[in-house]
């Protein structure tokens, strides 16, 4: 390796000088350093905790949480544990995050390539919502939601009737509910499969207009084939279903399934607001595709919507997927503002309830910044996958 | 060559054409008419109008009054006449505009599959045989971005031949290279204007326009200031200013004339 006209010097000296050593001394003692501080931090905390007599470690988790929570996804009550409080917080959670991401990632691409539009007033309408969203705190859009917009609706007997079967009233919203008798499960994987199925056949008939010049009426056989799995399932496994139709009884509706107002606020609130700053990001995308890309294909004989799917998306996709991904997370994070109507998420319910009941702030608040810090590195991964996907060759 | 039933229609007819970018008169009544198989280079100082020419004959640029009709088919507002005459009129730019996110191979074939429904094998083989022509074929499963100038203007060739046009148009199809790229693009545009392609090129390369156009346009203000063939117009220039333009660009001409 070395120059044999320069003989390396022997000794400890060399080390000092040599490029790679210092920078493993370096890091060395930066992690000392680190160490060192939470060590610090760890025994003063310990010492404190005692003190005070704060009992530390995880056994809280298998006590009796004592608390109701309004909205769960699986059973839960009083006489649950705290640990089961924690689930039906981070599902609550991931509920709304999932929701949320899905409806945001659509409306903002739609307000973005809307707001490039040709037509002047739905680019200028695009751009207004944008600007207001986006100029407004969440934390406001959230209240004003739950306050001004759901809160003043009119008591069940006074109910807003969506066609006789769904009603809106300030419970929330309130919808037919199927009771599956039998083959509700079956019934369910097969509209999963014949969705799965539609999909792929929509591929499949791409590549095949690609190889031969020949299209097929893709959405009318696509529905087809979706329906039929289920329809098939529903037969064989001699499905019975109940729909509970929400009716009036007293006070309140009785029957049907209830979404309630704080999950419609928060996500209302959460994805109007995030779509916003998609909308910018999908906008900045494809204003970066160079606009002689668009002439080149648009001289080829493109239709403008297949110079967008063909030339434009593929390239902008590059432009718009890192801060996408960063839009995906900051919307996880921005759920905790759930707290401000109640919502029972992770935020709420254990680093909220749970804390104040059992006293545990240290393990409480580690549980929860591990949790979110978990979603948003799975978040990251999925979309850096994409992203190398979509990424550009031979640069 | 194919050629439509109306043989005698020019390939591309321009009337009274009038262009403004807002209160900019760009283009002034401009009239030309190319016959079908005809070499027409375009020349001019910088802002004389010649790209903005050539880019209205597409419809990249929309024209204010006047008419132009290519291959009988008059430009405008209809969107299907639009359609019909990109898929017949070829046009290459200055900055070849491949698509980078594509391979060679499937640049060419992107059109002819998603406009005119060519199976992909079919598509396939065209390409290559194109590739062929612009003597690139082993570049075909690379990227734009891997490849040279000049390889990507080629490709730019190989994938507006894919679409079998009737005319071509070149928008400066040499000026973002270096010199010694220049010559093989312009081999290529040789080889293509003997097969008898309309032809419609805004260059500065003066060894090409006496080779190869049949008639040089020059432009100056957005007007077309004079019209000749070549050697008339290169030996002996009737205006002033066409005078002016070709001693600037012969006094330091080593592009040029090297080309």
Redesign the interface.
């Given at each position: 390796m070395a120059d044999p006209a320069t003989p390396e010097p022997k000794g400890p000296s060399r080390l000092l000088h040599d490029r790679r050593w210092r920078a493993v001394i370096a890091q060395a003692a930066a992690f000392a350093l680190v160490a060192a501080l939470l060590a610090c931090a760890g025994l003063n905390m310990a010492r404190n905790l005692e003190r005070a007599g704060i009992a530390s470690g995880f056994g809280f988790l298998d006590q009796v949480a004592g608390f109701e929570i309004s909205q769960t996804l699986i059973e839960y009550s009083r006489a649950s544990t705290y640990a089961r409080a924690f689930w039906v917080g981070l599902l609550n959670t991931l509920a709304v995050s999932a929701v949320c991401i899905a409806a945001s990632t659509v409306l903002g691409f739609l307000l973005g390539l809307l707001r490039l539009s040709p037509n002047w007033l739905a680019a200028r309408l695009a751009g207004v919502y944008v600007e207001v969203v986006r100029n407004v705190p969440l934390l406001l859009q959230i209240l004003f939601w739950y306050i001004a917009v759901l809160n003043p609706l009119p008591p069940p007997r006074q109910a807003l009737d969506l066609g006789g079967v769904a009603y809106l009233c300030n419970r929330g919203l309130v919808l037919p509910w199927p009771q599956w008798e039998r083959g509700g499960l079956a019934v369910g994987l097969a509209l999963a499969a014949g969705l799965a199925l539609a999909w792929g056949f929509a591929a499949w008939a791409r590549r095949r207009?690609?190889?031969?010049?020949?299209?097929l009426p893709v959405w009318r056989l696509g529905a087809l084939l979706a329906a039929l799995p289920p329809a098939l399932a529903w037969a064989l496994a001699d499905a019975r279903v109940e729909w509970s139709i929400p009716a009036l009884s007293g006070f309140n509706f009785r029957g049907g399934g209830t979404v309630e107002p704080e999950f419609i606020a928060l996500a209302l609130a959460l994805t109007l607001y995030t779509a916003g700053f998609i909308a910018e990001n999908v906008r900045a995308g494809i204003q970066a595709v160079?606009r002689?890309?668009i002439?080149?294909?648009?001289?080829?004989?493109?239709?403008p919507w297949?110079v967008m799917r063909?030339?434009v998306v593929?390239?902008a996709m590059r432009v718009i997927i890192p801060p996408l991904t960063s839009q995906h997370m900051t919307l996880v994070k921005n759920s905790s503002l759930a707290v401000v109507i109640g919502y029972p998420d992770l935020m709420s319910v254990f680093a909220g309830t749970t804390l104040n009941q059992t006293g545990q702030a240290v393990e409480i608040i580690a549980i929860t910044m591990l949790v979110y810090l978990a979603v948003s590195i799975v978040i990251s991964l999925i979309m850096n996958w994409y992203n190398d996907a979509m990424a550009?060759?031979?640069? | 060559m194919p050629r439509t039933p109306s043989e005698d229609t020019p390939a591309i007819s321009i009337r009274h054409l009038h262009k403004w970018y807002g209160a900019f008169h760009v283009l002034r009544d401009v009239n030309l008419t190319v016959a079908r198989g005809e070499k027409v280079v375009v020349c001019g100082p910088s802002g004389s109008g010649k790209s903005t020419l050539i880019r209205c004959i597409?419809r990249?640029e929309e024209h204010q009054k006047g008419t132009i009709v290519v291959d009988g088919i008059e430009l405008t507002d209809n969107l299907k006449r639009i359609?019909r005459i990109?898929?017949e009129?070829?046009?290459l730019?200055q900055?070849f505009?491949?698509?980078?996110?594509l391979t060679v191979l499937e640049n060419c074939i992107?059109?002819p599959?998603?406009?005119?429904?060519?199976?992909?094998?079919e598509a396939v083989q065209t390409a290559m045989h194109y590739l062929e022509r612009v003597r690139i074929p082993d570049q075909a499963d690379?990227?734009?971005?891997?490849l040279s100038g000049g390889q990507q203007q080629r490709v730019?060739i190989a994938?507006?031949l894919c679409?079998n046009p009737r005319v071509m148009l070149f928008d400066e199809p040499t000026s973002a290279l270096d010199p010694e790229m220049i010559k093989e693009v312009l081999d290529v545009m040789v080889d293509l204007a003997q097969t008898g392609m309309t032809m419609v090129c805004v260059t500065h390369e003066m060894g090409f326009a006496r080779t190869v156009a049949d008639r040089v346009v020059f432009m100056d203000g957005g007007e077309i200031i004079e019209e000749n063939e070549p050697e008339a117009f290169f030996a002996a220039p009737q205006t002033a200013r066409a005078r002016e333009f070709l001693g600037q660009i012969l006094s330091h001409g080593q592009q040029a004339a090297g080309a």
């Open positions: 207009r690609v190889r031969t010049g020949r299209s160079p002689g890309q002439e080149a294909a648009a001289s080829l004989g493109l239709r297949r063909l030339v593929p390239q550009l060759k031979g640069r | 597409n990249l359609d990109r898929r009129v070829g046009m730019f900055d505009n491949l698509f980078p996110h992107l059109a599959v998603w406009v005119r429904r060519v199976p992909e094998k690379k990227y734009p971005g891997q730019a994938r507006c679409m």
